[in-house]
């Protein structure tokens, strides 16, 4: 498996140990995911090299993030052994199994948690495969016995298209990954082509009253189920955006099992516990200023996780530190970008990660920052992630901070708590 650490391609390495397979695989660096593979008996090599693959080796499974021209790839190739990508992988082990599959701009990760702790809570043994490591079971995957397969599904590319559903979640439609998408009307139309994947007997929840999802549903021929209707309990994660993905995650739990009490499903979603990344808390800084990790990188995510920091502490000044993913992202988003920065008291900028693009010189963190400030918002670019931590360890204590993005900003935050750990210490 190459890039095994990803979070997607790390869950589908348990899932095909739990099968009984022998898996090893590689990435460029180490990672959370990569420590939790291991843990699990999982070979993991740091690096690309034509050695990981052996005489041995029946199938390549590769990520987005890895080239056709990738020394792994490129040697499969040369010896006849079978490559898939990670959403045809998956797609494939989904194969049989009745798929609750979640799709949307953003919330997928949130929702396909909640969607598999309910399930869980209720007796239902899912499998469950989440783009994050969900506090409650403590990994992105976990392992069923019953015939339900609960999968975040991306849009990306269609990759969502590798599955044929039981119940598609829609959480919302917006314009993201412009590297491959045209505009918005071509992301509806991808939609639109994962709605007419839904087994028959299926269904779809969504927010029927939402220009985007109306366009994608238009010729849907499973029923569409309005999860704005549903009523949810007090949560312990902050927003409104949150409340959304419970109303959406306990309507495709009612739509394929109708018989769970209700009550079980409201005090599993009261327990939630989220997930690594989504409004994580890490600690206090060195001095006391909160510190939370979140993946937002797109402009509605940005600023649906700064309302929900400003709804939960009223009384204190937010900063964040922002990681621009994709250049095409950054570029095609940017007055976006700009606007959602601007809400916090303090936004700090750090240069583009690049990911699977090519530097663009047409876009740049400082061009971002300058532009926030225009809009009347404070922003300031940094030069890499030691001055992010700098600046994160200097924030005073009335003001909770974000490392926020879908790159490794939180290193900065990690290495920032360090400082506060030693400051205790000295």
């Given at each position: 498996?190459?890039?095994?650490?990803?979070?997607?391609?790390?869950?589908?390495?348990?899932?095909?140990?739990?099968?009984?397979?022998?898996?090893?695989?590689?990435?460029?660096?180490?990672?959370?995911?990569?420590?939790?593979?291991?843990?699990?008996?999982?070979?993991?090599?740091?690096?690309?090299?034509?050695?990981?693959?052996?005489?041995?080796?029946?199938?390549?499974?590769?990520?987005?993030?890895?080239?056709?021209?990738?020394?792994?790839?490129?040697?499969?190739?040369?010896?006849?052994?079978?490559?898939?990508?990670?959403?045809?992988?998956?797609?494939?082990?989904?194969?049989?199994?009745?798929?609750?599959?979640?799709?949307?701009?953003?919330?997928?990760?949130?929702?396909?948690?909640?969607?598999?702790?309910?399930?869980?809570?209720?007796?239902?043994?899912?499998?469950?495969?989440?783009?994050s490591i969900v506090t409650d079971?403590?990994?992105?995957?976990?392992?069923?016995?019953?015939?339900?397969?609960?999968?975040?599904?991306?849009?990306?590319?269609?990759?969502?298209?590798?599955?044929?559903?039981?119940?598609?979640?829609?959480?919302?439609?917006?314009?993201?990954?412009?590297?491959?998408?045209?505009?918005?009307?071509?992301?509806?139309?991808?939609?639109?082509?994962?709605?007419?994947?839904?087994?028959?007997?299926?269904?779809?929840?969504?927010?029927?009253?939402?220009?985007?999802?109306?366009?994608?549903?238009?010729?849907?021929?499973?029923?569409?189920?309005?999860?704005?209707?549903?009523?949810?309990?007090?949560?312990?994660?902050?927003?409104?955006?949150?409340?959304?993905?419970?109303?959406?995650?306990?309507?495709?739990?009612?739509?394929?099992?109708?018989?769970?009490?209700?009550?079980?499903?409201?005090?599993?979603?009261?327990?939630?516990?989220?997930?690594?990344?989504?409004?994580?808390?890490?600690?206090?800084?060195?001095?006391?200023?909160?510190?939370?990790?979140?993946?937002?990188?797109?402009?509605?995510?940005?600023?649906?996780?700064?309302?929900?920091?400003?709804?939960?502490?009223?009384?204190?000044?937010?900063?964040?530190?922002?990681h621009p993913h994709l250049y095409?992202?950054?570029?095609?988003?940017?007055?976006?970008?700009?606007?959602?920065?601007?809400?916090?008291?303090?936004?700090?900028?750090?240069?583009?990660?690049?990911?699977?693009?090519?530097?663009?010189?047409?876009?740049?963190?400082?061009?971002?920052?300058?532009?926030?400030?225009?809009?009347?918002?404070?922003?300031?670019?940094?030069?890499?992630?030691?001055?992010?931590?700098?600046?994160?360890?200097a924030l005073p204590k009335d003001?909770?901070?974000?490392?926020?993005?879908?790159?490794?900003?939180?290193?900065?935050?990690?290495?920032?708590?360090?400082?506060?750990?030693?400051?205790?210490?000295?």
């Amino acid at each position: 498996m190459v890039g095994i650490g990803g979070i997607g391609m790390s869950a589908l390495a348990q899932l095909f140990l739990a099968q009984g397979a022998e898996i090893s695989g590689c990435d460029r660096g180490e990672s959370p995911t990569t420590e939790l593979l291991r843990a699990k008996g999982i070979s993991v090599s740091v690096g690309h090299e034509e050695a990981h693959i052996t005489s041995e080796t029946t199938l390549l499974i590769y990520s987005d993030a890895i080239p056709a021209d990738n020394p792994e790839r490129v040697k499969a190739r040369e010896q006849g052994i079978e490559e898939l990508s990670y959403f045809a992988a998956l797609g494939r082990a989904a194969e049989g199994k009745r798929v609750i599959a979640v799709a949307g701009t953003h919330g997928k990760t949130t929702t396909t948690a909640m969607i598999g702790k309910m399930l869980i809570d209720a007796g239902e043994d899912p499998t469950v495969v989440v783009g994050s490591i969900v506090t409650d079971f403590k990994s992105n995957y976990r392992e069923g016995k019953s015939d339900i397969f609960v999968v975040e599904a991306c849009e990306y590319r269609r990759h969502f298209l590798n599955f044929h559903p039981k119940v598609l979640v829609i959480t919302n439609i917006e314009l993201d990954h412009t590297d491959y998408f045209r505009d918005l009307a071509d992301v509806e139309s991808a939609f639109a082509e994962s709605v007419a994947t839904v087994e028959d007997g299926g269904v779809v929840i969504a927010d029927p009253t939402s220009a985007s999802v109306i366009a994608a549903i238009a010729k849907a021929t499973a029923p569409v189920v309005d999860y704005v209707q549903e009523s949810v309990p007090t949560l312990k994660l902050p927003g409104e955006f949150n409340r959304e993905n419970a109303r959406a995650a306990k309507a495709a739990v009612r739509a394929l099992v109708p018989g769970i009490v209700e009550e079980v499903l409201d005090q599993s979603l009261e327990s939630f516990h989220g997930t690594w990344r989504r409004f994580e808390y890490k600690g206090q800084l060195p001095h006391d200023a909160m510190l939370y990790d979140d993946y937002a990188h797109q402009p509605t995510a940005i600023r649906r996780t700064i309302l929900a920091a400003k709804e939960k502490f009223p009384d204190k000044r937010i900063a964040v530190v922002f990681h621009p993913h994709l250049y095409s992202r950054t570029r095609d988003l940017f007055d976006d970008f700009a606007a959602s920065l601007a809400l916090v008291d303090e936004a700090y900028v750090l240069p583009i990660y690049a990911a699977r693009e090519e530097p663009d010189p047409a876009v740049s963190h400082e061009s971002l920052a300058e532009a926030v400030n225009q809009v009347g918002g404070h922003a300031q670019a940094l030069a890499d992630l030691d001055e992010a931590t700098r600046v994160l360890a200097a924030l005073p204590k009335d003001v909770v901070a974000f490392t926020m993005g879908a790159g490794d900003v939180y290193r900065a935050g990690e290495a920032a708590l360090l400082l506060s750990i030693e400051t205790a210490t000295q």
